[in-house]
Nanobody, 127 residues
Framework: QVQLVESGGGLVQPGGSLRLSCAAS????????IGWFRQAPGKEREGILC????????YFGDSVKGRLTISRDNAKNTVYLQMNSLKPEDTAVYYC????????????????????WGQGTQVTVSS
């Protein structure tokens, strides 16, 4: 059974940083394309960082450009999302997702159909 489990969310002050984790079981994350998404109350789900497998092409949502980085620890079968310079409008539930590594254009990396999703972790940015 495949599971993706996010962690690392919480309350942070504006301008602060958080690192979210996405730990996988039942699949090897390094074989999949990865996406990070978020959904704020009353808003549609938004793809914020999606990366292809292999060539490392990365799509960043306009609202987060320059503030996010993704990394992997294959030994732990975990991917991380480092978020810096957080703003109140970053408040949302954050989800990681994985999909089979079919080719998508750069701009469609987040619009692709993802096969597996985590349960989400809440990030609240507030003073």
């Amino acid at each position: 059974q495949v599971q993706l489990v996010e962690s690392g969310g919480g309350l942070v002050q504006p301008g602060g940083s958080l690192r979210l984790s996405c730990a996988a079981s039942g699949l090897i994350l390094d074989y999949y394309a990865i996406g990070w998404f978020r959904q704020a109350p009353g808003k549609e789900r938004e793809g914020i960082l999606c990366v292809s497998r292999g060539d490392g092409r990365t799509y960043f949502g306009d609202s987060v450009k320059g503030r996010l980085t993704i990394s992997r620890d294959n030994a732990k079968n975990t991917v991380y999302l480092q978020m810096n310079s957080l703003k109140p409008e970053d408040t949302a539930v954050y989800y990681c997702a994985a999909r089979k590594p079919y080719y998508y254009s750069h701009y469609d990396l987040c619009a692709a159909d993802y096969d597996y999703w985590g349960q989400g972790t809440q990030v609240t940015v507030s003073s």
